[in-house]
């Protein structure tokens, strides 16, 4: 039914820390490498080694760059996936029952054997966080790895999402955040965690955590100290460089 | 958005398929036999043609059954069943009219009914989507209806009808464009919204994640077309709503009668490719793209 739950007992989700996030797209590799194996049909590429290269992913990285109105501008990596949304538009536009979100925990999944491809759910999400496979013809999206968080035969430790597990720079938290006592509650308290696109009314699970007011040499007083030291103690050349300036201006 | 001729095909001529439906459905013109029998096979036709059509778009049209069982919640799969109930009672209105000489009346107000609601469905798939702040107006119903009834009652020779709704939805049209070309704006989702960055500065797409193109902006993020949007517009306007006004108003004859339809699906066709083509979705926004 696409119809949406009026409630789910937990909300899995996703943190994402922009401030740690180094843009290795680690992330997007583990994340193809899992998901192209177990849940549902491959993660297809199409033309992998020619000219035009694309393929289905259900995380990318974005970059964008940020310039203050003073100080240098900033560089901020940005993964995007599904944010599981509470009022999750693509469930309800579906014709077939295909999208749906789990009561238990708010997973927002896919059945790929009642997917028609119609594609309406890609457009309702304003977050593009649904891909039709174009090899499969049925739309893919982000599982939170609902075959490895619940999966008994992995280690403990490995029964997070494959993004969560892999990231080398800890950007990446998953929990309940339904659960204001749970890990990830607390860093989006701690640290303003935000909803992307709040006036779409979507309400989404995952937050984002702005990245922290970076260093400001530009701004600081300890730079004058070395300051006389570096500055430039010549304009002229000398020497070889110096004949050689003269020589040409010469000629 | 992605213009897909599948779709243009679809919307054009099942919007004027169910108008002439609904023109026939309450007697407009009542006739029966052999006449009745051209005018509900070109409805049949336009509105049967276009489900076809639309079938193309589909990843797995043999799977199309299931989405007849959503209707309480997806406009897509109120689409269907509509449209098919449209064709099963106008089929057996259509069996009275023709082979046994008798209008069942009720029958065809119910089909009449039906045709416009089916319309309304096709129309709400596309104003319900926030994401596209084009289209998410009470003006997309109400020029989709418009044109269908007007279309409609074109290709059902009702002249003065014909008249007042091609005026309507021309004039619908132009609020259309109007509203649509100030919607992104009145959204208020922007670059800032989308990334939570806005406090930070001035934001700007540095990299996208991948080099190569992907689905979703092949898909959404259609930047081609507008470069012709103003002069496409004219000619959908002056095709679509001017000229068969101009033919209509001339005393009436069949010549000038079937102008006016190919000239008035002509525009149509083009205002549809611009009604996608121009429509831009939010997801641009995070490749710096609209």
């Known amino acids: 039914m696409t119809s949406l739950p009026t409630h789910t007992q937990r909300k899995l989700g996703l943190v994402i820390d922009l401030d740690t996030c180094v843009g290795c797209h680690a992330c997007v590799v583990s994340c193809k490498g899992w998901n192209t194996e177990n849940y549902g049909a491959p993660l297809s590429d199409q033309d992998p080694y020619g000219a035009e290269p694309s393929g289905t992913f259900l995380n990318r990285v974005h970059s964008y760059e940020v310039q203050p109105t003073d100080g240098a501008a900033q560089l901020v990596h940005f993964p995007k996936s599904c944010l599981h949304c509470d009022n999750a538009p693509c469930v309800t536009v579906c014709p077939t029952g295909a999208s749906y979100k789990r009561q238990e925990d708010g997973i927002v999944l896919v059945n790929e054997d009642a997917c028609i491809g119609c594609g309406l759910c890609a457009w309702a999400c304003p977050y593009g966080a649904r891909e039709m496979d174009m090899a499969a013809k049925v739309m893919k999206k982000c599982t939170l790895c609902v075959d490895r968080i619940y999966n008994e035969n992995l280690p403990e430790v490995d029964r997070v999402p494959a993004c969560v597990r892999t990231c080398p720079s800890n950007a990446r938290h998953f929990g309940d955040l339904a659960d204001p006592g749970s890990a990830v509650s607390q860093l989006v308290a701690a640290r303003g965690g935000m909803d992307l696109m709040p006036e779409q009314g979507t309400a989404p699970v995952n937050k984002y955590l702005p990245p922290r007011i970076k260093d400001r040499l530009d701004q600081s007083d300890q730079i004058d100290i070395l300051a006389p030291f570096l500055a430039p103690v010549t304009d002229q050349p000398k020497g070889f460089l110096g004949w050689l300036d003269k020589a040409l201006d010469r000629l | ?290």
């Not at chain 2, 001529?13 to 009542?30: A, H, V, Y």
């Not at chain 2, 919607?183 to 989308?194: G, L, P």
């Not at chain 2, 005393?251 to 008035?264: C, E």
């Open chain 2, 1 to 290: 958005m992605h213009p897909a001729p599948s779709i243009i095909a679809f919307t054009t001529l099942s919007g004027l398929g169910f108008g002439l439906f609904f023109w026939l459905g309450i007697g407009m013109p009542g006739s029966t036999g052999m006449v009745a029998f051209v005018f509900f096979a070109i409805a049949f036709a336009l509105a049967g043609g276009g489900l076809i059509a639309s079938a193309f778009h589909l990843g797995h049209p043999e799977r199309g059954l299931l989405a007849f069982t959503q209707w309480r919640s997806s406009w897509l799969s109120r689409e269907a069943v509509l449209a098919v109930a449209t064709l099963a009672v106008m089929g057996l209105y259509a069996i009275g009219r023709i082979f046994l000489g008798t209008t069942w009346v009720p029958l065809g107000w119910l089909g009449a009914a039906l045709a416009q609601g089916t319309v309304l469905a096709t129309a709400m798939i596309y104003a319900q989507m926030k994401t596209v702040p084009r289209w998410r107006s009470i003006l997309t119903p109400a020029l989709f209806l418009s044109l269908s009834l007007g279309g409609g009652a074109l290709l059902a020779g009702q002249v003065t009808w014909a008249l007042i709704l091609l005026v309507v939805a021309g004039a619908l049209q132009l609020a259309w464009w109007w509203q649509g070309d100030r919607a992104f704006a009145a959204s208020c989702t922007t670059m800032a919204s989308a990334t939570g960055l806005g406090a930070a500065g001035q934001i700007r797409a540095f990299e996208p994640p991948h080099t190569g193109p992907n689905y979703l902006l092949r898909e959404m993020v259609h930047v081609i077309g507008r470069k012709h949007a103003r002069k496409l517009r004219i000619m959908a306007f002056g095709m679509g709503y001017v000229l068969p006004v101009v033919l209509l108003l001339i005393p009436f004859s069949h010549v000038m009668g079937a102008l006016a339809v190919i000239s008035h699906v002509a525009g149509i066709l083009a205002a549809r490719w611009l009604f996608f083509a121009e429509a831009e979705h939010v997801v641009g926004l995070y490749y710096g793209k609209r």
